[in-house]
């Protein structure tokens, strides 16, 4: 059976002295040799989809970070989704005589606490934690659902919805009290959720 | 000879056991997988949304240069590193009443003037399009981690803030605020022509806090 001395073949070959004596001496006569690599995005305009006005009131701000791992034959992804839970009361649910004044005491009827925005994840700013394979769109997809999922099972606790409640509760009463009021009388409902 | 690697072997099954224990420590000591990070309660009327779309783009271009018996050289690497990622993000104008007390109301008989906090911007949340996201690579080139795709992404939401400042969201905040106070100082007795709602001129010190909360949701 025939040795293969491709190795030494290069070696002992002209060609391969030439290049490499060239090599050096391109290393050793370059100056003010530099590598320069993009770090920025492109400057892009933004699109405005909608414009909505909205008359939302926050009482409690939750902020979570969920850890969420998933393993798919040889794919592997581990993410920590953040996300900011806002518990408040929308006045568009609100009666349409919400506020009935009279004298002295103001007579409140506030429609219930709720989460304010069911896209409350920034997904912009989720941390990858490990990453293996080509994980496809869906199994993100997947990822990011599971993760909303379970800060909304977290935060609407009844321990934060009541927190949220005597908030809003307590902010009201103060401003119709700077208004001049010496009576608020507040009633809210009850939240569903 | 025997005792030596008798000796060997007791060193390495020691170190096998250290680092065992070691490890396993680590195991309890990782912090639960489910974190809150604050609760806070707050005072704050959202009075506005924008809807924004903006496709991140980056292209790797890799450049040469350099200088060889004085003559200047410079040359890009062949060879496509692109990326394209849609994103949607959600941004809010709000006024922040956690220090409005009676200062900032003035009776004067039938009068009422309200003085309010500027409007501020918040974005409350962002998604990733998944499905559009588009990477150009030639055959030399190395594929995107995730690590480059999220500064791009972060990249991308200052981008988005900092245009953000170019609309009339702010205006329109306002707007609607005064639409939102108004029926109330109705309810309370007031009639239009005696409502005067102002708004601080804090527009400075409103930029200084949009840049410290977008900190705060990119540093989380």
Partial sequence: MKKIFIPKAIIM??????????????????????????????????????????????????????????????????????GTIRLGLNMRHAKKKWAVCSHDTARLELPAIEILDNNFIDEASTRTFHSKGNISASLKEGMYR????????????????????ENAKDQFSRLFKNLGFKVVLIQMEECIE | ?????????????????????????KETQDPE????????????????????????????????????????FSFTIPGDRKIAIPIDATIKGFIDFSNFN?????????????TLPDPQIVMTSSKIDHAGMKEYLSWNRTKFDEKEKEDYLKQ?????????????????????????????LLAAGYKTENIHIYFRNEIEKNAHQDELFFNLITHN
Avoid at chain 2, 5 to 19: E, G, P
Avoid at chain 2, 175 to 180: G, M, P
């Fill in chain 2, 33 to 72: 997988k489910n974190l809150i990070l604050a609760i806070t309660k707050c005072s704050k009327l959202y009075t506005v949304q924008y809807n924004v779309h903006k496709v991140v783009t980056f292209d790797d271009i890799v450049s040469i240069k350099g200088s060889i018996f004085s003559e200047k």
């Fill in chain 2, 156 to 184: 991308g939401i200052a981008s988005i803030l900092s245009n953000m400042k170019n609309t009339d969201i702010i205006e329109r905040s306002r707007i609607n605020a005064f639409n939102t106070i108004q029926p109330i």
């Fill in chain 1, 146 to 165: 599971e993760a909303k999922r379970q800060m909304k099972a977290k935060a609407l606790t009844p321990e934060n919805i009541r927190t949220a409640e």
């Fill in chain 1, 13 to 82: 070959s002209p060609i391969f002295w030439i290049l490499l004596v060239i090599g050096f001496a391109l290393l050793y006569f370059t100056k003010n040799f530099e590598i320069k690599k993009t770090d920025k995005i492109a400057e892009t305009a933004i699109d405005i989809t909608a414009i909505k006005d909205i008359s939302e009131w926050e009482f409690l701000t939750i902020q979570r970070e969920e850890f969420i791992d998933t393993t798919l034959r040889s794919k592997e992804l581990a993410c920590i989704y953040t």
């Fill in chain 2, 1 to 25: 000879m025997i005792r030596f690697t008798h000796n060997i072997l007791l060193i390495t099954l020691s170190f096998f056991l250290l680092t065992g224990c070691s490890n396993q420590e």
């Fill in chain 2, 102 to 114: 009676e200062q900032n109301i003035t009776m004067n008989g039938e009068e009422i003037t309200i």
